[in-house]
Each structure stands twice: as structure tokens, then as C-alpha cells.
């Protein structure tokens, strides 16, 4: 079955690192990017990023560059990670990775069923 | 960036009902759109890509028309597991709209 499985809920201080793992099961895991996205307790969607996971390239929206945000791979065991560096109470939210589409890349077809990630001091 | 607008933001309606979202983007994006459905705690799933194509599995109740900046996700005969809420998506900058809740009437 084709899924993407993440990683537990965090409960972090201001300025510690988290991590959020995406592991994919069911399909080759470099034919597809990994999207990440995020949602505000009560708020919408919002986009992050992506990675490729053949080759590592990263690409992130505008609001999560210079170093906040990171999103890596380890192709050996068809994991995605995203680390936010520095967080604060503001990125408390729930964090989704999802598959690019088969057929048509820019949309997502296949999400994880989310993580959430708690900030507070 | 490119801005989505969505409305209604909220819907009351009746099982049976014919439902029209619609999601006016602030610059022609052709047909680059995609919808989703998000359920109370759990994650989004995709219902229609390049604003007319039927996702995988997802009932032919639900279609999607339009291109340039104006869209519309239409379920026909509106079903008691259709009550999420709805969420469009720009390919572009990956902006979504802010959503609009379907609820019972």
C-alpha cells in the first residue's frame, strides 16, 4: 500500500530544533518529491517547501527561507525529514509531508496523516 | 505571490443538495489548480488536479471546472460524508485559499 508514515507529536521549547520524519512505504521513493505543509490550530493550509528526493535539491517558500527550515532525505531507508531551526510559539501546528502527484507533479496525491509539533516556554 | 480567494467561507446545506465552491486566484494561473477535502483531524485528500481531473477514487458527485483566475468545485448531490471543509490550490506559488466549511443545514 502506498503511504507515507511520520513521525510521532514534539513538544519543544523556543529556539530547540525539531524534527519531523516522513517515512514512505509502497513506491520507489526518488520518483516523487515531497511537499511539506503545515496548519495553525484552526487555521488553513500552508504550503512550506519541497525536496527531491533523488537528488536532495530543496526548494522553500518565501516566508520559510534563510535557514529556518531544512528538509532533508536519507534514501536508504525512503525517509524525509524537516527541521525547523528556531522555532517559536507561532509554529505550533500541525506538519503534513505529501507526494507529488503521479500524473501531475504539482499537486498532491498521497499525505501523511500529519504531526504535531508544539512550542511553548 | 499569487492570492486565492475562496468562497463562501461557510455553507449550510442539505444532504441531496447541489454544492458550488468557487476560488478566484489574483492572477490568471491557467488551469494550474487542485481541490482538497480536509476531514476534523485528519490530513487533506485530493479531489481534483489541473482544475478538472478527478483524483484517484473520488466520486464522480465531485467535478471541478475553470481556468485563468476563476474556479469552481461542484458536488452534485451533496452526501453525508461530504461535510469538511474545501481547500483550493495554486500550482504557482502553492498558495492555498483559506477554505470553506460545508455544513449541515
Known amino acids: 500500500q502506498v503511504k507515507l508514515v511520520q513521525s510521532g507529536a514534539e513538544v519543544e521549547k523556543p529556539g530547540a530544533s525539531v524534527q519531523v520524519s516522513c517515512k514512505a512505504f509502497?513506491?520507489?521513493?526518488?520518483?516523487?518529491?515531497i511537499h511539506w505543509v503545515r496548519q495553525a490550530p484552526g487555521q488553513g493550509l500552508e504550503w512550506m517547501g519541497w525536496?527531491?528526493?533523488?537528488?536532495?535539491?530543496?526548494?522553500y517558500a518565501q516566508k520559510f527561507q534563510e535557514g529556518w527550515v531544512t528538509m532533508t532525505r536519507d534514501t536508504s531507508i525512503n525517509t524525509a525529514y524537516m527541521t525547523l531551526n528556531r522555532p517559536t510559539s507561532d509554529d505550533t501546528a500541525v506538519y503534513y509531508c505529501?507526494?507529488?502527484?503521479?500524473?501531475?507533479?504539482?499537486?498532491?496525491?498521497?499525505w501523511g496523516q500529519g504531526t504535531m509539533v508544539t512550542v511553548y516556554s | 505571490d499569487i492570492q486565492m480567494t475562496q468562497s463562501p467561507s461557510t455553507l449550510s446545506a442539505s444532504v441531496g443538495d447541489r454544492v458550488t465552491i468557487t476560488c478566484r486566484a489574483s492572477?490568471?494561473?491557467?488551469?494550474?489548480l487542485a481541490w482538497y477535502q480536509q476531514k476534523p483531524g485528519k490530513a487533506p485528500k485530493l479531489l481534483i488536479h489541473k482544475a478538472s481531473s478527478l483524483g484517484s477514487g473520488v466520486p464522480s458527485r465531485f467535478s471541478g471546472s475553470g481556468s485563468g483566475t476563476d474556479f469552481t468545485l461542484t458536488i452534485s448531490s451533496l452526501q453525508p460524508d461530504d461535510f469538511a471543509t474545501y481547500y483550493c490550490?495554486?500550482?504557482?506559488?502553492?498558495?492555498f485559499g483559506q477554505g470553506t466549511k460545508v455544513e449541515i443545514k
Open positions: 492572477q490568471s494561473i491557467n488551469n494550474w
Open positions: 525536496i527531491n528526493p533523488n537528488s536532495g535539491v530543496t526548494h
Open positions: 490550490q495554486q500550482y504557482h506559488s502553492r498558495t
Open positions: 509502497g513506491y520507489t521513493f526518488i520518483g516523487h518529491y
Open positions: 505529501a507526494r507529488s502527484h503521479e500524473l501531475d507533479p504539482d499537486a498532491f496525491d498521497i
